[in-house]
C-alpha cells in the first residue's frame, strides 16, 4: 500500500494533472501506478513527463533505454521499476528473457548496448564518480558524446524513479518482479 493516497481515476487526480495523466493513458492504454501517485503534484508529474518525453526523443534505442532502466533499478533495488521495464522491455522493446536476464546483472548480450549498460551501472554505484577509464570503455564501444550524455540522463531519470518508488512504496501493476529474485 502506498504511503500516499493515490488518485482512483484520472478525475480523482488534481486538476492541473489530469490532462498530463489522460496523455498517458492515450499513449498507453491506462495510467499506471507510478503516473497516478506522481500526479500529486502536477509539476512533479510535468518535470517527469518532460524529461522522459525528451529523452524518448534521443538517438538511443529504445530496447538500450530499457536495458538501463533495469540496470539502474536493480541497482537500487526497486521493485515497481524492475516489474514496469521487464514488461516493457519484453512487450514493447522485444528484448528476451535472457537480455534482461543480463541487464538485470549490469551487463548486455549485445556487445556495443553492453557498454552504455555497464558504464550506466558505473554512473548509478559511483554516483557519477567514474574513472576515466569508464569513460574511454563507452566512447570506444561507439557511442557520441551526445548518446553519453543521453546515458547519464537516463541513469538519473531511472533513479528519480526508483527512489519515488522506493519512498511512497508504489503498488506494482505490472507482472511482479522483485530484486531479491535471481537475476
Same mark, same amino acid.
Given at each position: 500500500?502506498?504511503?500516499? !493516497?493515490?488518485?482512483?481515476? *484520472? ?16 499513449? #498507453?492504454? !491506462? ?6 501517485? /506522481?500526479?500529486? +503534484? ?8 518532460? #524529461? ?19 540496470? /539502474? @533499478? ?8 524492475? +516489474?514496469?521495464? +521487464? ?8 528484448? %528476451?528473457?535472457?537480455?534482461? @536476464?543480463? &541487464?538485470?546483472?549490469?551487463?548486455? &548480450?549485445?556487445?556495443?548496448? %553492453? ?7 558505473? /554512473? ?13 570503455? *563507452? ?5 557520441? %558524446?551526445?548518446?553519453? =550524455?543521453?546515458? =547519464?540522463?537516463? *541513469?538519473? #531519470? &531511472? ?5 519515488? &518508488?522506493? *519512498?511512497?512504496?508504489?503498488? /506494482?501493476?505490472?507482472?511482479?518482479? !522483485?530484486?531479491?529474485? @535471481?537475476?
Amino acid at each position: 500500500m502506498p504511503r500516499i !493516497s493515490q488518485p482512483a481515476t *484520472v478525475a480523482d487526480a488534481p486538476e492541473k494533472s489530469r490532462p498530463l495523466l489522460e496523455a498517458v493513458s492515450q499513449q #498507453l492504454g !491506462s495510467v499506471p501506478n507510478l503516473f497516478r501517485l /506522481v500526479a500529486t +503534484s502536477p509539476q512533479a508529474l510535468e518535470g517527469y513527463l518532460g #524529461l522522459s518525453g525528451a529523452l524518448g526523443k534521443g538517438t538511443l534505442p529504445a530496447a538500450t533505454r530499457e536495458r538501463i532502466a533495469l540496470a /539502474v @533499478a536493480q541497482v537500487n533495488g526497486c521493485d515497481y521499476c524492475l +516489474s514496469a521495464h +521487464s514488461f516493457l522491455g519484453k512487450n514493447l522493446a522485444k528484448l %528476451d528473457d535472457a537480455e534482461i @536476464a543480463a &541487464n538485470r546483472r549490469g551487463m548486455s &548480450n549485445d556487445a556495443k548496448a %553492453d557498454a552504455a549498460v555497464r558504464f550506466a551501472v558505473n /554512473v548509478a554505484q559511483t554516483r557519477g564518480r567514474i574513472t576515466d577509464g569508464d569513460f574511454a570503455s *563507452v566512447k570506444n564501444a561507439g557511442y557520441t %558524446d551526445a548518446q553519453i =550524455v543521453e546515458i =547519464v540522463q537516463h *541513469v538519473a #531519470l &531511472n533513479v528519480w524513479t526508483n527512489y519515488f &518508488n522506493n *519512498v511512497f512504496q508504489t503498488e /506494482v501493476d505490472f507482472p511482479a518482479v !522483485s530484486a531479491r529474485e @535471481a537475476a
